[in-house]
């Protein structure tokens, strides 16, 4: 089966120019940050999640970017307000879920100074989780800083897709092919329109997420770019890593396309009580000047930041605490969204 599809006469956009989604490296103006709110969605760590989210703003904010950190209501505004720093901007906003890597704008860039933003449909990740705000936030980032925003008719979370500035793009099969999100299109329909609406004229289509992954194996808990053609992957740590088939079968099929891959090791098997969680050091943010890693107890995790840090001679690299941000179904990449600089490119 052919994995990478190819687009070289792709449909021209409805703006003129040729817009493309820029990698997470180039430089960002700032980084949106969603605030947990939800006792529901948290039940029992909403104050551990809280910090932690806050210990991520303030590690951003403190390495010089501006980061704003969304928050739902007074009483969570205050609360924020006790945990991070001054430098850290608090906006009041409608919102569900923290994680504005899917209801956030999806912003993109010509390189030339001109940016835009795309949103596309949104239906609580195949209709699991339907929140107020979550279908209306990322327009609403977008119109108050004035980007010219064009919204898709189709579903697609940004976490599905990560791109690395070339137009190559990866994304699982097991979220952009799952019925619960578009039935109606085809492969190669959804391969067409990531190419009109982001600019991702070749596809790599892996296989599965990471177990019991609730978005339905978003990539971005799985695979990421680090500079163009090269994706990380994790490998897995110990006879008991539960998605060890998993992460070999999406370093063949990416190996198998000419595409350079990376090894991280894996947080291996962790748990909550029966459940085996989708933890991963894959779902580490990059900002203009530091990255930020997961971590989770595990005794893979100075060795996963260590790994990762290799692959950014350019910036600092921390880990921090994210065991509570998992908790709600996510991490730090998960629950942020940068605004890449004007005329970013790779």
């Known amino acids: 089966m052919i994995k990478v599809a190819v687009f070289p006469n792709r449909p021209a956009m409805t703006s003129p120019r040729n817009y493309i989604m820029p990698p997470e490296w180039v430089p960002q103006d700032w980084l949106w940050i969603g605030f947990p709110h939800d006792a529901e969605e948290w039940p029992e760590v909403l104050p551990r999640a809280q910090e932690q989210i806050a210990a991520f703003a303030n590690a951003v904010a403190e390495s010089g970017q501006e980061v704003r950190l969304l928050v739902r209501d007074a009483a969570n505004e205050a609360r924020a307000r006790a945990l991070v720093t001054g430098a850290v901007a608090l906006e009041r906003r409608t919102y569900g879920d923290v994680w504005l ?126 500079a163009p053609n090269t994706l990380v992957l994790p ?32 947080p291996g098997l962790v748990t909550s009580g029966d459940r085996v969680e989708p933890a991963s050091y894959a779902n580490f943010a990059i900002t203009s000047q530091l990255v930020v890693v997961p971590t989770f107890g595990s005794v893979h995790d100075e060795e996963g930041v260590a790994a990762i840090a290799a692959l950014f001679p350019d910036r600092a690299t921390i880990g921090l605490p994210a065991d509570a941000v998992l908790a709600g179904g996510g991490g730090f990449h998960c629950a942020s969204q940068q605004m890449p600089s004007a005329g970013a490119r790779v």
């Open 101 to 226: 890597r899917d209801t956030g704008p999806l912003v993109v860039a010509d390189g030339q100074g001109a940016r835009a933003a795309r949103r596309f449909a949104f239906n609580g990740w195949g209709g699991k989780y339907l929140m107020e705000g979550d279908q209306t936030v990322g327009a609403q980032l977008a119109q108050d800083e004035g980007l010219p925003l064009e919204t898709a008719d189709w579903i697609l979370e940004g976490g599905a897709v990560d791109g690395d500035g070339t137009g190559l793009a990866v994304t699982t099969e097991q979220c952009l092919l799952n019925p619960n999100r578009n039935p109606e299109l085809s492969r190669t329909e959804i391969e067409r329109r990531l190419a009109d609406t982001l600019g991702f004229t070749r596809i790599l289509w892996l296989g599965q997420g990471l177990i019991n992954d609730h978005t339905d194996g978003h990539v971005d808990n799985l695979a990421r770019f680090v």
């Open 235 to 266: 490998r897995a740590t110990g006879k008991n890593d539960p998605n060890a088939a998993i992460y070999a079968d999406a370093k063949a099929m990416a190996e198998a396309e000419g595409v350079t891959v990376k090894d991280i090791p894996s």
